[in-house]
Antibody
Framework: EVQLLESGGGLVQPGGSLRLSCAAS????????MSWVRQAPGKGLEWVSA????????YFADSVKGRFTMSRDNSKNTVYLQMSSLRAEDTAVYYC???????????????WGQGTLVTVSS | DIQMTQSPSSLSASVGDRVTITCRAS??????LNWYQQKPGKVPKLLIY???SLQSGVPSRFSGSGSGTDFTLTISSLQPEDFATYSC?????????FGGGTKVEI
């Protein structure tokens, strides 16, 4: 069974940094791209970033480009989202999700982790 | 960026009803359209991928259709467990974008 477990969320001040982790199990991790999707309180879903299976290619939403980086450690079956220069509008539940192929383009998210809440506030 | 517009934003329905939700893309996305279901406080769940392919384990009362810019999600006979928010997502190009969601209520 595929399992994704996010961690690292919490309260951070505007301008601060935070690193989210997503530990995966139940599949050959390096063979699949991974993505982060967020959901602000009471709002819809917003794709944030994606990374190829090798980690060599990353993609970002314009809203986080230059502030967030995404990486993965295939030896630890873990993907990371490093967030910096955080803003109030980054407050959301952050989900990691598995893509069905090694590249994250032209495909979908399944399954999703339980999510981790990031709150940006002074 | 490709904008995804869902309609309606909410709807009221009864058990047994046939429900149709529409998703329109701001430009052609071929069949690169996926549908998710999310219940309150729960994680999104993939229902349909590539416009019309039913994800494993999803009941056959769910179906998807469309290509180009116009897509539909149909629930043939609404069940109590189907009351949720449904969102479409295009995977044609980055940035990947979601529709605003359709809340299906009693």
């Amino acid at each position: 069974e595929v399992q994704l477990l996010e961690s690292g969320g919490g309260l951070v001040q505007p301008g601060g940094s935070l690193r989210l982790s997503c530990a995966a199990s139940g599949f050959t991790f390096s063979s699949y791209a991974m993505s982060w999707v967020r959901q602000a309180p009471g709002k819809g879903l917003e794709w944030v970033s994606a990374i190829s299976g090798s980690g060599g290619t990353t993609y970002f939403a314009d809203s986080v480009k230059g502030r967030f980086t995404m990486s993965r450690d295939n030896s630890k079956n873990t993907v990371y989202l490093q967030m910096s220069s955080l803003r109030a509008e980054d407050t959301a539940v952050y989900y990691c999700a598995k893509n069905p192929e090694v590249m994250p383009t032209y495909n979908w998210f399944d399954p999703w982790g339980q999510g981790t809440l990031v709150t940006v506030s002074s | 960026d490709i904008q995804m517009t869902q309609s309606p934003s909410s709807l009221s329905a009864s058990v047994g009803d046939r429900v149709t939700i529409t998703c329109r893309a701001s430009q052609s996305i071929s069949s690169y359209l996926n549908w998710y279901q999310q219940k309150p406080g729960k994680v999104p769940k993939l229902l349909i991928y590539a416009a019309s392919s039913l994800q494993s384990g999803v009941p056959s009362r769910f179906s998807g259709s469309g290509s180009g810019t116009d897509f539909t999600l149909t629930i043939s006979s609404l069940q109590p467990e189907d009351f949720a928010t449904y969102s479409c997502q295009q995977s044609y190009t980055t940035p990947l974008t979601f529709g605003g969601g359709t809340k299906v209520e009693i």
